[in-house]
């Protein structure tokens, strides 16, 4: 995304008081009413199809209140983007600019393909001036805007499906008070249809299919790949012998918390008593590690055109991690490893994080590596196929 205006065009937004594109604040220091911004621009209730703008460093009566526009605040602002507090994630970016004699930073946030978009549950849009949180009928006009042919696969409606190949008392009970707030929840009046909806797990009577896969009473019958395939293999070849195996499928969260206690229980743990002041554990892996690949690769990879399951091969000396799909959109073998990210899944990016498995955006594969270097186990490979992303992690004292 480039920025679709210049200083002057900024300027001139800048004297129209009544602007809905526009928003002045004198710092950066309540985030909260900031990321309130970015929600309301990027739902663009209004439907401009054009960026909405927020520019920090401008004080109330519209005059500038001089900040320090450095990289820590730009770097701070940036983060909106990616710590999880929207959904879907938005398409934003910060720059320094100049407007009318004044330094700023700028957001300029992109409207969403993908609308409601929530901020903590909660749906913000821009009447005239003002951000207010969404009425029910406001909500509905952003649901009814999506089109579903643009849209990425998991957010496309199973037209073979119906709403109740949804476990809708599982949504209710466990997704829901996750996913929007409780006050929201408390004066709720919508019927179940407008609660799918809003929460983009339906279009009309049809379930999406990253719905299917997270909710479905039977995931494997919409998407016959979706399930993670997990080998003990004893040696360090494919041929040696299998120690144990599973195949975890069900619903996505199911899917998760069996791989998180695989791994836990994976894990080999060497003691150490020889110190008489403490005792020493040092596992072969740091579960955390594994847990960001495995989840990561659940997370991006294909689920469309493909049987294929995630594949997790646990050698003797090695653990290969192995998803479907290459690298997507922005992403590449190059800037992975400085945070860049894209979604090919971006519904199924929303649900892991409501429901707790991925709490920042875009810091996997530097929270594993950091991890995998606390516990002394070699850098991690990666293999980027055009059809597939792989990881190598080998055991500590492995090179």
Known sequence: MTSPYTDAD???MFTDIESDLLECKRSAADTTKIRRNICAFANDLPNHGRPGVILVGIENDGSCANAVVDDPLLQQLAQARSDGSIQPLPSLIVQKRV???CTVAAIFVEPSQAPPVRFRGRVWVKVGPTVAQATREEEQRLTERRRAAELPFDLRPASEATLNDLDLEYINAQYLPQAVAAEVLERNERSRPEQLRSLRLSLGDQPLRGALLAFGRDPLLWLPGAYVQFLRIDGQELTDPIRNQKVMAGKLEDVLRQLAEMIDLTVSVRTDV???AR???FPDYPA???RQFAYNAIMHRNYEGTNSPVRIYWYNDRVEILNPGGLYGTV???NIFEGATDYRNPLVAEIMHNLGYAQRFGLGVSLAQGALNENGNPSPSFDFGPGH???????AGVT
């Open 10 to 12: 900024l300027g001139a």
């Open 99 to 101: 407007v009318n004699g």
């Open 274 to 276: 020889s110190s008489a």
């Open 279 to 281: 005792e020493l554990r």
């Open 288 to 290: 955390e590690a594994l």
């Open 332 to 334: 590449t073998p190059q």
């Open 389 to 395: 992303v792989g990881v190598t992690v080998r055991a």
